[in-house]
């Protein structure tokens, strides 16, 4: 099997900064794509941002300009640098992954377990 383990969320103050880590593990062959969502309660899950393993970038429009995304692909770790922090943002964060595990050819998504991110005005 695969588990992605996160840390970093917590509390923040608006305007300020936390950084998210999730590292995946287990069976994996190869991960394509590793990224970051969040889900609000009583809203769906949306994109925050996703990272290629070449190392192509797609953020959402909430948070350009104010979140990075990385990777350490031989570490099958991928980070979320969070800056300029809004009380909007508030929620649970979500890594996930897209893996290939060994002798099994496809790719399947997995998912953390979520990390709670909440930001005081």
């Known amino acids: 099997q695969v588990q992605l383990v996160e840390s970093g969320g917590g509390l923040a103050q608006a305007g300020g900064s936390l950084r998210l880590s999730c590292t995946a593990s287990g069976m994996i062959f190869s991960i394509s794509a590793m990224g970051w969502y969040r889900q609000i309660p009583g809203k769906q899950r949306e994109l925050v941002a996703l990272k290629s393993s070449g190392g192509t970038t797609n953020y959402a429009e909430f948070v350009k300009g104010r979140f990075t995304i990385s990777r350490d692909n031989p570490k099958n770790t991928v980070y979320l640098q969070m800056t300029g922090l809004k009380p909007d943002d508030t929620a649970v964060y979500y890594c996930?992954?897209?893996?290939?595990?060994?002798?099994?050819?496809?790719?399947?998504?997995?998912w953390g377990q979520g990390t709670q991110v909440t930001v005081s005005s």
């Open positions: 996930s992954a897209s893996v290939r595990r060994w002798s099994i050819d496809l790719f399947q998504d997995y």
